[in-house]
């Protein structure tokens, strides 16, 4: 029945990837969305470029792919994409996660089900344990086990209902946003993983990383302002130019 529908009605989807300088990633990505994934259900790929210095936007243009062009910091290259696309389903993306193959078709009937936001469990693509371990509680469905490397779908009357994402964070906006859209209705977690890149981790640490994050969780939680989450973030974890930040 799903699968009728899909074929007759069936909404578009608008992929949403914000970029700085990640000319080594942002092709491969594009190439892997478009061999997996049907056209007729992608309206578009929108890459938000908030000012690359290297190649990054001369690799995009080259697979075909339009650049939008936005100031720095990714709630406002996200909310900049989310107001050009022209699907009905927004799925925002990280440069270095991965859907499954088919994710439109899941996205698409999860909409059709009548879920209006959700994402997939999530993996990394390393055999750490630690990882590993914590990786297993995307699939726990509860606003304290999401984050932006899960992926993001939501239907785009849902995104404007929402208020879009708090362009006072320069870190953390996929969690605060998250915060939000649990309080606006059922949020639903797909049965199949994104895989993530865990090469912040292995930059980094995997360890010290992960408390790092877990303790802007917990600032955030304690009434930590927008500013105070970003000081921590630059002094604990910014040692070098991350272009995802949590």
Same mark, same amino acid.
């Given at each position: 029945?799903?699968?009728?529908?899909?074929?007759?009605?069936?909404?578009?989807?608008?992929?949403?990837?914000?970029?700085?300088?990640?000319?080594?990633?942002?092709?491969?990505?594009?190439?892997?969305?478009?061999?997996?994934?049907?056209?007729? *259900?992608?309206?578009?790929?929108?890459?938000?470029?908030?000012?690359?210095?290297?190649? %990054?936007?001369? !690799?995009?243009?080259? %697979?075909?792919?339009? !650049?939008?062009?936005?100031?720095?910091?990714?709630?406002?290259?996200?909310?900049?994409?989310?107001?050009?696309?022209?699907?009905?389903?927004?799925?925002?993306?990280?440069?270095?996660?991965?859907?499954?193959? *088919?994710?439109?078709?899941?996205?698409?009937?999860?909409?059709?089900?009548?879920?209006?936001?959700?994402?997939?469990?999530?993996?990394?693509?390393?055999?750490?344990?630690? +990882?590993?371990?914590?990786?297993?509680?995307?699939? !726990?469905?509860?606003?304290?086990?999401?984050?932006? #490397?899960?992926?993001?779908? +939501?239907?785009?009357?849902?995104?404007?209902?929402?208020?879009?994402?708090?362009? #006072?964070?320069?870190?953390?906006?996929?969690?605060?946003?998250?915060?939000?859209?649990?309080?606006?209705?059922?949020?639903?977690?797909?049965?199949?993983?994104?895989?993530?890149?865990?090469?912040?981790?292995?930059?980094?640490?995997?360890?010290?990383?992960?408390?790092?994050?877990?303790?802007?969780?917990?600032?955030?939680?304690?009434?930590?302002?927008?500013?105070?989450?970003?000081?921590?973030?630059?002094?604990?974890?910014?040692?070098?130019?991350?272009?995802?930040?949590?």
């Amino acid at each position: 029945m799903i699968g009728a529908l899909m074929k007759l009605n069936s909404p578009k989807i608008s992929i949403i990837i914000p970029v700085l300088n990640e000319a080594d990633y942002i092709g491969k990505i594009i190439q892997y969305l478009k061999i997996n994934s049907s056209p007729q *259900n992608i309206q578009e790929i929108l890459i938000v470029d908030g000012g690359s210095t290297d190649n %990054t936007v001369n !690799v995009v243009l080259d %697979t075909g792919v339009s !650049v939008l062009h936005s100031e720095k910091g990714r709630a406002k290259q996200l909310n900049l994409g989310a107001k050009y696309a022209q699907g009905e389903i927004l799925y925002f993306l990280h440069v270095d996660t991965l859907p499954p193959r *088919n994710f439109d078709e899941n996205i698409i009937q999860g909409v059709l089900e009548g879920n209006h936001m959700g994402c997939f469990k999530m993996k990394f693509d390393s055999n750490s344990l630690f +990882l590993r371990f914590f990786a297993w509680f995307s699939r !726990v469905n509860h606003k304290l086990c999401r984050g932006g #490397d899960q992926s993001l779908f +939501l239907t785009k009357r849902l995104f404007e209902k929402s208020g879009g994402f708090n362009e #006072d964070y320069i870190v953390y906006e996929d969690n605060e946003f998250i915060n939000r859209l649990y309080k606006l209705g059922p949020f639903k977690v797909l049965p199949r993983h994104v895989k993530t890149s865990a090469r912040r981790y292995e930059e980094r640490g995997t360890i010290p990383l992960q408390c790092h994050f877990g303790m802007i969780h917990l600032k955030h939680y304690l009434g930590a302002a927008p500013d105070d989450l970003h000081q921590y973030y630059l002094k604990h974890i910014a040692v070098r130019s991350y272009s995802n930040s949590s």
